[in-house]
Every structure is written in C-alpha cells, then in structure tokens.
C-alpha cells in the first residue's frame, strides 16, 4: 500500500520513491509508488501534477483497492525515482479546500444548514447546502463569520484518531473509513474527516469570498473562491467596473443608477423604434401597392432584395395585403435565397400549398398558413424563377 505523504505533511514539495508496478492506462504510461506526495482526486478535490522523474504527471487516481496511480506522459525510469509537485496549483487547492472545512461550518452557525457536497473547479468551488430558503442576510453572515475565522490566522492541525473515537470529537460530519481517521482541526472552530490537503492556519487562506448562489435540487448552490482566486476574481470584476464607470462617466456606486437609467431610455427608444419601423413598413406596403399589377381586382406585388431579412420581409408581406386585396411575393438573396409569400382572406389559393408546390419543381422547401408562407433553401440564382412560378400559381388561381 502506498504511503501518503501528504497525510503528514500537506507542504512537502519534492520526495523519492519505488516504482512498485507500471502499467498502462488510457494509452499513457501509469505507476504505482511506494510512496507520493500526489494527492489523487478525492472528496471534491482534484488531483495534484507535477513531475516524476522526467516525466509530467497528468492525472492521480485512487483505485477501489486503495492503490494511488499516477498516469504519465512518458515512462519513468528504471529504479528510484523522484517527485515534484506543482506547488502553486498545490496551495491553490489548499487554499480552496480548508477555506471550504470553514464555510461549511459557518452555514451551520449562521442556518444550521448541512454542507451535501462539495466541488473545487478550476476557476470557482462551489458547496450544496441543505437550505431550501436561501437569502442574502444568511450569505452575508455566513461569509462575514468565515472573513473573521481567517482574519484571527487560527492553527489547522491534523488529528487522527480510530472510529470509536470520533463522535468524541464533535466533528461536523461522519466518516465511513474502518480504521485510522484522519481530522482536520481548525482551533476552535470546526473538525472534519478529511483525506485531503489544508494549509497550517487560517490566514494563509487570504479570503474566502462569494460570488453567488441558487436553488439547487431542493437546496442551496454556493459559489465561492478563497485566496488567489478571492484576488484575481477582484483585480478582473473591479477592473471591469472601472472600463463601465468610464464609459458612463460615473462613479463605480453610481453605476446601478445610471444602468437602470440607460436600460429605461433604450426601452423608450426601442418602443418609439418599433412604432416608426411599423409606420415606415406600412408607407413601403401601400408604394409597393400603387406599383403593382392588378388582376381581376386583385394586386400582385412582386419583388426581390439583397438586404432585408426574412422576418421583415414576412411582415411587409402580410400589411401588403391588409391594406388591399391583394398577392405579396417577397424575396431575398443572400448567401442562400429565401421567400415570403401572403394573400389577403378573400383570395382563392393557399400560400402554404402554393410554396411546396413550386419547391417541387424549383427546389428548396417550404410551408406555413392558408394566408402566409415561406419557403427557402434555394440558391440565390433561381430567386426570381421561384417569384415567377408563385405568381404563376396564384394568376392560375384568379382565373379558374
């Protein structure tokens, strides 16, 4: 069995071990050590890297048995070899993972809420709580009585003691280990079963920090960082306050103001925007009106673009044919060709069928209502040979 380094000594940067078996994983080279400082992903924490002997370690894994396997970008070599681990990435994960023995203990002051699970990522962690009801006044205490056990720099120590005396311990959570438990003391404040790595004392955390949380499966989704993380996530979010402040020539306690004032006046205009492409939609339906074709009382309204949208073009199509008795045929050509097609109630025909009909014999596809329909999925070239057939559809219509 592989001795864990890192049981004792959270801090060891670089050591020598035995290969005691090698292997082959996911087609990268895998060992087995006598010893490792690498911690293996566990209990929400991933695992270490580094390297060993020449090669990087990429991942660290504990088997069912309890073996830890480190997986290799190259065989190491034959005999003794050494370790290093990645140290910042290292204190990173300590840093994130005593910060949250802290939290979760301050949720249990502060709501008497459980801490179910716990994930370290890459850039944020996050914890699920049993709080059904979370609020801002309960986030604000939790993170402030967090704040404080960092500030007064506590000792975190490292217990260990057999299972029949763990309850005496008063810790926050059950082990289901046989055997030696290993504890996880912050003086004072909390005790947990814990398998991974912590710092010494409080203060080397920094800051524990959140950045938010939801309702989660009936519970609570905190998201927190602690340390470096608390510092990066601060410099980036406060230096994007700051671009946001210059844009809006206002002070950073200002900004929700001024947000909330611009936000209103884009509603003003957006509205006033719509109202006037309405009226200007219904000017351009009653000129493409007056120059059409008339059949029978009918108009035909036929024509093509190369910069207007579909969307607008089925709008324009349909208030053509609300202001008279009328056939809109609208087309566009772009990188592919598209068409609109609309007829007033009181005209034989069916647009819908009248689209599937021409795509039949000119390609693309198409559908919609008895009054309005689009088709597409043509080339931009036989554009007008579908406006034609359509309005070869509809003039057949008029005549029978």
């Known amino acids: 069995m592989t001795i864990r380094l890192y049981y004792d000594d959270s801090y060891l940067k670089e050591f020598t071990a035995v290969v005691l078996a090698a292997s082959d994983k996911g087609g990268k080279p895998a060992v087995v050590l006598d010893r490792t400082a690498f911690y293996p992903t566990s209990g929400g924490q991933p695992h270490d890297t580094g390297m060993l002997g020449s090669a990087h370690v990429l991942n660290v894994e504990e088997t069912p048995s309890g073996e830890i396997v480190h997986i290799l970008d190259s065989p190491p070599q034959p005999g003794p070899v050494s370790g290093q681990v990645d140290w910042e990435h290292r204190f990173d994960h300590m840093q994130q993972h005593t910060g949250q023995h802290i939290l979760s203990q301050a949720f249990i002051v502060a709501a008497q809420a459980q801490t179910v699970s716990f994930h370290l990522g890459q850039e944020t962690s996050t914890i699920d709580i049993d709080l059904p009801d979370p609020g801002p006044q309960v986030m604000e205490k939790a993170e402030f009585l967090a704040a404080s056990i960092v500030f007064e720099d506590r000792p975190v120590q490292i217990l260990k003691v057999d299972r029949a005396k763990l309850s005496e311990l008063g810790v926050r959570k059950e082990s289901q280990r046989e055997g030696e438990i290993r504890v996880i003391d912050v ?56 671009e946001l402040g210059k844009l809006c020539s206002s002070h950073l306690t200002e900004l929700p103001k001024v947000t909330d004032r611009l936000l209103q006046d884009r509603s003003v205009l957006a509205r006033e925007n719509a109202r006037l492409q309405e009226k200007m939609l219904e000017m351009e339906a009653q000129e493409l009106l007056d120059r059409a074709d008339m059949i029978k009382g009918v108009k035909i309204v036929r024509r093509s673009y190369t910069d207007r949208g579909l969307d607008t073009l089925k709008v324009l199509a349909q208030k053509t044919t609300s202001l008279a008795k009328a056939v809109a045929i609208l087309g566009v050509a772009q990188q592919t060709a598209q068409v609109a097609v609309a007829k007033s109630r009181d005209i034989p025909g069916d647009c819908s069928q009248a689209v599937k009909t021409v795509a039949a014999t000119c390609g693309g596809k198409g559908g919609g209502r008895p009054e309005t329909a689009q088709a597409g999925g043509m080339a931009p070239a036989d554009l007008e040979r579908w406006m034609e057939a359509l309005e070869a559809h509809f003039r057949g219509c008029l005549d029978g």
């Open 187 to 242: 003086e004072g404040f909390d005790r947990s079963p814990c398998g991974g790595t912590h710092v010494r004392r409080t203060g080397e955390i920094g800051l524990i920090a959140l950045l938010g949380f939801e309702r989660y499966k009936g519970g609570t989704r905190v998201e927190f960082v602690c340390g470096g993380r608390a510092l990066r996530v601060f410099r980036t979010e406060h230096g994007i306050l700051r």
